[in-house]
Structures are given as structure tokens and as C-alpha cells.
């Protein structure tokens, strides 16, 4: 398929499903190293969900204890970074999708239970629609979930933002984003300084997959941003924290001519923009909203 896309789309961006990324790794690798396994397992989730490239080469830098996978890393792995590593997809347009794992998890009930020569047609049904129950139910609580924070705020404070993105998007799209503006205000912010940021300390390595919420990520993705961006387009340097804990701090930089620069995968996967924008618009005058901030679907 690489060489398909390669050939019959030049110019794109391939992503692989992470589903069959990580299970590859789990066929060629645990075998090979039995015991230390589920360590490189979690080193792996920590470099695939850095989202600099500074943080996943210091990340991909923890695999040198591990010579038994070095075949396989270095001749397949680190080859196709870019159609793995967030670092290299997290500015792809994918609207946050990023695996097949709905359609493998139906594979995988059907190769278990076909492991018996003996199921009927009637069973697998049964296996099959009882799996799809467990989705659905999972789909509702996280609905139910989203909707109990969006109905202790009634009264948007964007009513011009909230009637534009309802006249000129789509019902979906539109209501993510008033659940963005609403969510803002769960939020606190304070100003920052270019000092601040370099001073910043990486304190150990993250053990979870949602590198969004680990200090250590969040701050070496504020780091490498600024190690980016010309000093002299930096108007202002916020940090924003919920307002039941301060513990983590996310940097966004106000530049020049009303732009704004932060890590923020809804911004850069989705082409949304996330609930850091509406925290500031509703504080700073260096920030303006416009429909040309949320990508084309």
C-alpha cells in the first residue's frame, strides 16, 4: 500500500493505522524480548505521542537499552516515522481519526470466535451484535458525559461567534466548537515571560498515552515552540491551567497580527480551535476569531 499511495497519490502524506503499528511491534518484537517487553512497549507509546521533534528523538533516545529490537527500529520503524510519529503527523488534516480500530476490533471477535469449528452462524451473530452493544454504550456515556458539563452553561459568552459558526458550518463542527467556548471557562490564565519558558523542567518520563495532560510533555512542547518562533513576533506569553489545579501550565503565544501559536492537537489535527483561543479572546484584544481559523471540510 506505501508504494500505491506513493505512486498514485505523489505529494501525500501517508498515515499508518496505529492499531497495526502496535500490533506489528508486538508480533516481531515480544518474542525477542520476553521479559522487557512491556517496558519498550511503554517507551514506545511515550516517543509515538510526542508531539515535537525534539521530544521524540529524546524519547526515541530510551530504545538504546533495548539491542535486541535495534533490527527492527532502526531498518522499519525509524524509516516510516513520518506516517507514524506524532511529531510528524500532528499537522496532517485527519480530523482526529488515526486507526481502523473499529472495524478490527469486529475482526477480532470474529477470528475469536471462529476459533471454534463448531459455531454457528447464530452465535457469531450474537457475539457480533452483543460487541456493537458494548459501542453503543460507550458512544452514549461519552455523550452523556459531554453533555452533563454543557448543561450547567446555558448562556454562551460568544453569542456573535456562536450565530456565525451556526449560519456557515455544519451542525457537528458547529456544536463542537460552542462546547469549546463553553468549556474556556473552567479555565484560569496569567501572563508569562520568554524566561519562564526556557526555565521550565522536564521532569520525568510520561507513562500515558494522553501525553496532553503530563506535565513533562506539555512542557517540552513549550520549549520547542519557542525554540521555533522569531522572538521579536512574540507580542504576549499566556499560561493556562484549570481552575481546580494549577499543577499543569499550557503555554500559547500571542504574535503579531492577531496569530496565535500553541500545541494543541485540536488545532492542528482537526482544524478546530480549541477552548485556549476562546479563554483569551475573552481577555486579550490581540486575538480576533475569524471562519478562516477552522480548516475546510
Same mark, same amino acid.
Not at 119 to 147: D, I
Not at 149 to 169: M, R
Not at 214 to 238: F, P
Not at 258 to 274: A, E, F, I, R, T
Given at each position: 500500500?506505501?508504494?500505491?499511495?506513493?505512486?498514485?497519490?505523489?505529494?501525500?502524506?501517508?498515515?499508518?493505522?496505529?492499531?497495526?503499528?502496535?500490533?506489528?511491534?508486538?508480533?516481531?518484537?515480544?518474542?525477542?524480548?520476553?521479559?522487557?517487553?512491556?517496558?519498550?512497549?511503554?517507551?514506545?507509546?511515550?516517543?509515538?505521542?510526542?508531539?515535537?521533534?525534539?521530544?521524540?528523538?529524546?524519547?526515541?533516545?530510551?530504545?538504546?537499552?533495548?539491542?535486541?529490537?535495534?533490527?527492527? @527500529?532502526?531498518?522499519?520503524?525509524?524509516?516510516?516515522?513520518?506516517?507514524?510519529?506524532?511529531?510528524?503527523?500532528?499537522?496532517?488534516?485527519?480530523?482526529?481519526?488515526?486507526?481502523?480500530?473499529?472495524?478490527?476490533?469486529?475482526?477480532?471477535?470474529?477470528?475469536?470466535?471462529?476459533?471454534?469449528?463448531?459455531?454457528?452462524?447464530?452465535?457469531?451473530?450474537?457475539?457480533?451484535?452483543?460487541?456493537?452493544?458494548?459501542?453503543?454504550?460507550?458512544?452514549?456515556?461519552?455523550?452523556?458525559?459531554?453533555?452533563?458539563?454543557?448543561?450547567?452553561?446555558?448562556?454562551?459568552?460568544?453569542?456573535?461567534?456562536?450565530?456565525?459558526?451556526?449560519?456557515?458550518?455544519?451542525?457537528?463542527?458547529?456544536?463542537? @466548537?460552542?462546547?469549546?467556548?463553553?468549556?474556556?471557562?473552567?479555565?484560569?490564565?496569567?501572563?508569562?515571560?520568554?524566561?519562564?519558558?526556557?526555565?521550565?523542567?522536564?521532569?520525568? @518520563?510520561?507513562?500515558?498515552?494522553?501525553?496532553?495532560?503530563?506535565?513533562?510533555?506539555?512542557?517540552?512542547?513549550?520549549?520547542?515552540?519557542?525554540?521555533? @518562533?522569531?522572538?521579536?513576533?512574540?507580542?504576549?506569553?499566556?499560561?493556562?491551567?484549570?481552575?481546580?489545579?494549577?499543577?499543569?501550565?499550557?503555554?500559547?503565544?500571542?504574535?503579531?497580527?492577531?496569530?496565535?501559536?500553541?500545541?494543541?492537537?485540536?488545532?492542528?489535527?482537526?482544524?478546530?480551535?480549541?477552548?485556549?483561543?476562546?479563554?483569551?479572546?475573552?481577555?486579550?484584544? =490581540?486575538?480576533?476569531?475569524?471562519?478562516?481559523?477552522?480548516? =475546510?471540510?
Amino acid at each position: 500500500m506505501e508504494w500505491a499511495v506513493v505512486l498514485e497519490y505523489p505529494g501525500m502524506q501517508h498515515l499508518f493505522c496505529i492499531w497495526h503499528v502496535k500490533e506489528n511491534i508486538k508480533k516481531m518484537l515480544h518474542s525477542k524480548l520476553e521479559d522487557s517487553f512491556d517496558e519498550f512497549y511503554s517507551k514506545f507509546w511515550q516517543c509515538r505521542n510526542a508531539d515535537t521533534l525534539h521530544g521524540f528523538e529524546y524519547y526515541w533516545g530510551q530504545f538504546i537499552s533495548f539491542p535486541n529490537a535495534r533490527l527492527y @527500529l532502526e531498518c522499519y520503524l525509524y524509516k516510516c516515522r513520518f506516517s507514524w510519529a506524532c511529531a510528524f503527523t500532528v499537522t496532517a488534516f485527519t480530523l482526529g481519526i488515526q486507526s481502523t480500530s473499529f472495524v478490527e476490533s469486529q475482526n477480532a471477535c470474529i477470528k475469536r470466535v471462529l476459533e471454534s469449528s463448531n459455531t454457528s452462524l447464530y452465535e457469531l451473530g450474537k457475539v457480533l451484535m452483543e460487541r456493537n452493544n458494548e459501542e453503543q454504550k460507550r458512544k452514549q456515556f461519552e455523550e452523556w458525559k459531554h453533555g452533563t458539563l454543557s448543561s450547567t452553561i446555558v448562556v454562551t459568552i460568544f453569542p456573535a461567534i456562536e450565530s456565525l459558526v451556526k449560519c456557515y458550518l455544519r451542525l457537528n463542527v458547529s456544536h463542537f @466548537l460552542i462546547e469549546q467556548m463553553k468549556k474556556s471557562l473552567y479555565y484560569m490564565a496569567s501572563h508569562s515571560t520568554v524566561e519562564e519558558v526556557e526555565s521550565l523542567i522536564i521532569c520525568e @518520563l510520561s507513562q500515558s498515552k494522553d501525553m496532553d495532560g503530563e506535565l513533562d510533555a506539555v512542557n517540552l512542547s513549550a520549549k520547542c515552540l519557542l525554540d521555533r @518562533l522569531e522572538r521579536n513576533t512574540i507580542e504576549e506569553i499566556w499560561k493556562l491551567s484549570r481552575v481546580t489545579s494549577s499543577k499543569i501550565n499550557h503555554f500559547v503565544f500571542l504574535l503579531s497580527n492577531s496569530l496565535y501559536s500553541y500545541m494543541c492537537p485540536l488545532q492542528q489535527k482537526k482544524g478546530l480551535v480549541c477552548w485556549h483561543f476562546y479563554y483569551l479572546l475573552n481577555i486579550t484584544e =490581540k486575538l480576533q476569531f475569524s471562519l478562516c481559523l477552522i480548516a =475546510k471540510r
